[in-house]
């Protein structure tokens, strides 16, 4: 009886899972050949390549894109066990994975980002810093924030005598590697290769004056609650979350505070370090964008990357060049707030990768 | 439904549902030997943790391990006056009359046990870190500096103490719930010759809650259980930094949110996975210990009353 029952009751399901997917067959929401692009990684690109994945839609409308931030090393390990469409990542593909994927992938920077130094100091406006500053600030041997080496960059700044508390992310990420990549191009003897790195061993936490929070939005909540902080947070979170931003002396010798104009300019003074095709080795040059030469230039200004194949199955070859070459030109007028578009040179060296793309085996 | 087919349809779920437990340990050990074969002891002995990416870094756990330990001992030794006067407030306390304020007072204590860890760590890092950071470490720091404990300057309220209260709240109501139903189990005959001797109310509490020791104890270790797996709660609240909780009022690490913190990115460095997954192998291992012990002890409190 009971089995009987049961027997009745599984027909019955797999009766409705077979009508439910015939119907999920016919009325798609989407346009009846739609082409799907999975993506994963960088979380830092996740809001654009959101906003780009819904209005692309309005050019090429059978062109669905879904991407989830998983980080920008889930996205690369993913990437190369071919597991999804294209990843994104901050950081491009190591010299030693290209060699391995040389000739199959190209590697586009999307967007520039920027990151901010934000404190929290009450009355003290147009902080100026400089990386051997910070360097020491974030080593722990500038205890206070009336430290000679601060108040000399800042001879009018009213600064108080208080015990600097230090913020930095707990979680590892691409805006720890560019925040401590200025710190030792610029401060080279204070701030060695071996602290530079998305998750480096903080010298600061060692006087219980450093912090960890997670993600840029844990760090932007311990510089708003605690006063007399510094930390570093994405441009964008910063301007949200009306923080003081702090000017940083670039290459030049001159104190630039984020914004997109600067930003722009350290990319175009890069251009000259990076390789000549996307399919290059971009694992060198990429971060020439950092602390990079020419006047008006942001010293912390960074690049992300959107990785696809050069080969792929069948009509998702199309779609993939369909999308790079949106973002290479519409895309790049629909840059979310915070990020900022790519200079022209870049787009047009971009656009490059569509002929690269292609049918497997075709 | 005949005896047989009734046990046919009810043993494969539960042969599947105790086994995920083995599964899950199983699958936890074999991703944590290739760290245990690298690191060997270091792995809890070592308290330094070094990234790098492309090569084995240098990981040791000790620090959150350190940490995971203190916060939850803090907690646990918070939450028990804590719930233990609550289960003598609405067992002994309120009067008689009152039972509708009573079962109001008890569902709202249930309902902290249910509820989403998150929220208890968006309020301990909005209201409670800021709060004792300003008011009790200072106090702490400046008048019993000269304990250990609370040598160092607080600089934030984001430390391992604060980790430790915001647990102590969090497992309470655990503990409370234990208790009070071993009390509620204590045969009416035990209270009235207690009674009849004449007790105090103070005395008389005190012998009930001698007899309800097993579950007292069985609830510090279920409720240590707990606090030492709490990953998002204090995670917020921690401070999340390499160092020692030597000191109560500066921040440190756990080893759940370590985890937290580490996994997204984990595999860009080699090695640095399978480190986080043996921090959750221990873990388990201290869950399954904690809540075994806590377990037995309840069950000689059962056969007892």
Same mark, same amino acid.
């Given at each position: 009886? $009971?089995?009987?029952?049961?027997?009745?009751?599984?027909?019955?399901?797999?009766?409705?899972?077979?009508?439910?997917?015939?119907?999920?067959?016919?009325?798609?929401?989407? +346009?009846?050949?739609?082409?799907?692009?999975?993506?994963?990684?960088?979380?830092?690109?996740?809001?654009?390549?959101? &906003?780009?994945?819904?209005? $692309?839609?309005?050019?090429?409308?059978?062109?669905?894109?879904?991407?989830?931030?998983?980080?920008?090393?889930?996205?690369?390990?993913?990437?190369?066990?071919?597991?999804?469409?294209?990843?994104?990542?901050?950081?491009?593909?190591?010299?030693?994975?290209?060699?391995?994927?040389?000739?199959?992938?190209?590697?586009?920077?999307?967007?520039?980002?920027?990151?901010?130094?934000?404190?929290?100091?009450?009355?003290?406006?147009?902080?100026?810093?400089?990386?051997?500053?910070?360097?020491?600030?974030? !080593?722990?041997?500038?205890?206070?924030?009336?430290?000679?080496?601060?108040?000399?960059?800042?001879?009018?700044?009213?600064?108080?005598?208080?015990?600097?508390?230090?913020?930095?992310?707990?979680?590892?990420?691409?805006?720890?590697?560019?925040?401590?990549?200025?710190?030792?191009?610029?401060?080279?003897?204070?701030?060695?290769?071996?602290?530079?790195?998305?998750?480096?061993?903080?010298?600061?936490?060692?006087?219980?004056?450093?912090?960890?929070?997670?993600?840029?939005?844990?760090?932007?909540?311990?510089?708003? !609650? %605690?006063?007399?902080?510094?930390?570093?947070?994405?441009?964008?979170?910063?301007?949200?979350?009306?923080?003081?931003?702090?000017?940083?002396?670039?290459?030049?010798?001159?104190?630039?505070?984020?914004?997109?104009?600067?930003?722009?300019?350290?990319?175009? %003074?890069?251009?000259?370090?990076?390789?000549?095709?996307?399919?290059?080795?971009?694992?060198?040059?990429?971060?020439?964008?950092?602390? &990079?030469?020419?006047?008006?230039?942001?010293?912390?200004?960074?690049?992300?990357?959107?990785?696809?194949?050069?080969?792929?199955?069948?009509?998702?070859?199309? +779609?993939?060049?369909?999308?790079?070459?949106?973002? %290479?030109?519409?895309?790049?007028?629909?840059?979310?707030?915070?990020?900022?578009?790519?200079?022209?040179?870049?787009?047009?060296?971009?656009?490059?990768?569509?002929?690269?793309?292609?049918?497997?085996?075709? | 439904? =005949?005896?047989?087919?009734?046990?046919?349809?009810?043993?494969?779920?539960?042969?599947?549902? =105790?086994?995920?437990?083995?599964?899950?340990?199983?699958? /936890?050990?074999?991703?944590?030997?290739?760290?245990?074969?690298?690191?060997?002891?270091?792995?809890?002995?070592? *308290?330094? #943790?070094? *990234?790098?990416?492309?090569?084995?870094?240098?990981?040791?756990? /000790?620090?959150?391990?350190?940490?995971?330990?203190?916060?939850?001992?803090?907690?646990?030794?918070?939450?028990? *006056?804590?719930? /233990?006067?609550?289960?003598?407030?609405?067992?002994?306390?309120?009067?008689?009359?009152?039972?509708? #304020?009573?079962?109001?007072?008890?569902?709202?204590?249930?309902?902290?046990?249910?509820?989403?860890?998150?929220?208890?760590?968006? #309020?301990?890092?909005?209201?409670?870190?800021?709060?004792?950071?300003?008011?009790?470490?200072? #106090?702490?720091?400046? =008048?019993?500096?000269?304990?250990? @404990?609370?040598?160092?300057? *607080?600089?934030?309220?984001?430390?391992?103490?604060?980790?430790?209260?915001?647990?102590?709240?969090?497992?309470?109501?655990?503990?409370?719930?234990?208790?009070?139903? =071993?009390?509620?189990?204590?045969?009416?005959?035990?209270?009235?010759?207690? @009674?009849?001797?004449?007790?105090?109310?103070?005395?008389?509490?005190?012998?009930?809650?001698?007899?309800?020791?097993?579950?007292?104890?069985?609830?510090?270790?279920?409720?240590?259980?707990?606090?030492?797996?709490?990953?998002?709660?204090?995670?917020?609240?921690?401070?999340?930094?390499?160092?020692?909780?030597?000191?109560?009022?500066?921040?440190?690490?756990?080893?759940?949110?370590?985890?937290?913190?580490?996994?997204?990115?984990?595999?860009?460095?080699?090695?640095?996975?399978?480190?986080?997954?043996?921090?959750?192998?221990? /873990?388990?291992?201290?869950?399954?210990?904690?809540?075994?012990?806590?377990?037995?002890? @309840?069950?000689?409190?059962?056969?007892?009353?």
């Amino acid at each position: 009886m $009971v089995l009987k029952r049961l027997a009745a009751l599984l027909l019955l399901v797999a009766a409705s899972m077979a009508l439910l997917s015939y119907a999920g067959q016919r009325w798609r929401p989407e +346009a009846p050949d739609s082409i799907v692009l999975h993506g994963e990684g960088s979380s830092f690109l996740y809001p654009q390549v959101q &906003a780009w994945s819904e209005e $692309v839609r309005s050019t090429y409308p059978w062109l669905v894109v879904n991407y989830n931030p998983t980080g920008s090393g889930a996205g690369q390990s993913a990437f190369i066990k071919r597991v999804v469409d294209f990843a994104g990542s901050d950081p491009p593909l190591t010299g030693e994975a290209w060699e391995r994927l040389r000739g199959k992938v190209v590697q586009l920077p999307v967007v520039i980002g920027m990151v901010a130094v934000v404190y929290n100091v009450p009355g003290v406006d147009g902080l100026r810093l400089n990386a051997e500053v910070l360097a020491l600030i974030y !080593r722990g041997e500038i205890e206070y924030w009336d430290d000679d080496a601060i108040a000399r960059l800042n001879p009018t700044a009213n600064l108080p005598h208080e015990r600097i508390i230090v913020v930095h992310r707990s979680d590892s990420s691409g805006t720890t590697q560019v925040f401590t990549l200025y710190l030792h191009k610029a401060a080279p003897s204070l701030w060695p290769q071996e602290l530079v790195g998305k998750s480096p061993d903080w010298p600061v936490d060692y006087t219980g004056r450093g912090i960890g929070g997670k993600g840029n939005q844990g760090v932007t909540e311990l510089v708003k !609650r %605690n006063p007399y902080s510094i930390g570093y947070v994405e441009y964008a979170y910063a301007v949200k979350e009306g923080l003081s931003i702090a000017l940083l002396e670039n290459r030049e010798g001159e104190y630039v505070a984020p914004s997109p104009e600067a930003a722009q300019e350290a990319a175009r %003074n890069a251009l000259g370090s990076l390789p000549d095709s996307p399919d290059g080795d971009w694992s060198r040059g990429f971060d020439s964008v950092i602390y &990079a030469p020419g006047r008006g230039s942001y010293p912390l200004t960074t690049w992300s990357f959107l990785l696809f194949y050069k080969e792929y199955p069948g009509p998702e070859a199309e +779609a993939v060049r369909a999308f790079i070459g949106w973002i %290479n030109t519409e895309g790049q007028k629909r840059v979310v707030e915070g990020y900022v578009p790519i200079p022209e040179e870049l787009r047009s060296l971009n656009l490059k990768a569509v002929e690269m793309i292609g049918v497997a085996g075709g | 439904m =005949s005896e047989a087919r009734f046990k046919l349809l009810v043993a494969p779920p539960a042969i599947v549902s =105790s086994a995920i437990l083995v599964l899950l340990f199983i699958v /936890l050990l074999y991703y944590s030997l290739p760290a245990i074969r690298e690191y060997g002891l270091g792995l809890l002995a070592s *308290p330094t #943790w070094k *990234p790098v990416e492309g090569a084995p870094g240098e990981y040791g756990l /000790l620090i959150p391990l350190a940490g995971t330990l203190v916060s939850a001992v803090i907690a646990v030794l918070l939450a028990m *006056p804590l719930a /233990l006067a609550s289960v003598v407030f609405t067992e002994e306390i309120l009067p008689r009359g009152l039972h509708r #304020w009573r079962e109001a007072f008890v569902s709202m204590i249930d309902v902290m046990t249910g509820l989403p860890t998150i929220v208890y760590g968006l #309020w301990g890092a909005a209201v409670l870190a800021p709060l004792l950071g300003d008011t009790l470490y200072k #106090w702490l720091h400046s =008048s019993l500096s000269f304990i250990p @404990l609370f040598s160092c300057q *607080p600089t934030t309220g984001n430390t391992i103490l604060t980790a430790g209260v915001l647990l102590a709240i969090m497992i309470t109501p655990f503990i409370y719930a234990v208790v009070r139903e =071993s009390y509620r189990q204590i045969p009416r005959t035990y209270k009235e010759a207690a @009674l009849s001797l004449g007790t105090t109310r103070y005395e008389y509490v005190r012998i009930m809650m001698g007899m309800a020791k097993p579950a007292i104890l069985a609830g510090a270790l279920i409720g240590f259980g707990r606090a030492a797996g709490e990953t998002v709660a204090v995670a917020l609240v921690v401070g999340n930094t390499f160092n020692m909780p030597s000191c109560l009022l500066a921040p440190s690490y756990t080893v759940s949110s370590l985890i937290a913190n580490q996994f997204a990115n984990a595999q860009l460095y080699p090695l640095m996975l399978n480190v986080l997954v043996s921090g959750g192998l221990i /873990l388990l291992l201290i869950g399954i210990a904690s809540n075994i012990l806590g377990i037995m002890y @309840l069950r000689r409190v059962r056969y007892v009353a």
